[in-house]
């Protein structure tokens, strides 16, 4: 929902952008202001929330962190691409243009968050379970598998956990 109505006022203000910024500047500003509104209803939660529950315990900070890393990425080549675009020799079609980049990033947003599946109530332990089951990978907790692949079935037998002694504490004497 959030890429949806980001793209659609984006694309008004990219598409009425002379009119608005010179007889309604007013209405510039509540389009933009509406824009960043649900810049954190969908893109924000695309980046911190899901990844947290769409990828298996095992990944998931890994997953997660990559996820921050492309967000924190996307946002330092708009920053930079911004200031680019914006200093064209004709500063109106270079601020225009930039708005329309940002409706077909806004468009790109959607089309590649829009087939993720929604958690609906599930816990994180039953999500991680329903990936694992699609994975193949059970042995992780603790019970062999038969894991299929192009070179045909494989057993994987987990090796037994063993606790060991601790470690002794080094002690610094006094002489």
Known sequence: MGFVLMTTFMGILAGMYNELKTNQVSNFIALYALTFFFSNWGPNSTTYILPSELFPARFRSSAHGFCAAWGKA??????????????????NDGLNTALWLLVATNFLGLICTYPIPEPKGKTLEDIGEDLEDLSGMHSLAGEPSKVKGDLGTIDVQPEPVTQSAPAPVPTIGMA
Request: avoid cysteine; charge should be neutral.
């Open 74 to 91: 996307g946002a330092i080549i708009g920053v930079f691409g911004f200031g680019i675009l914006k200093d064209t020799p004709n500063t």
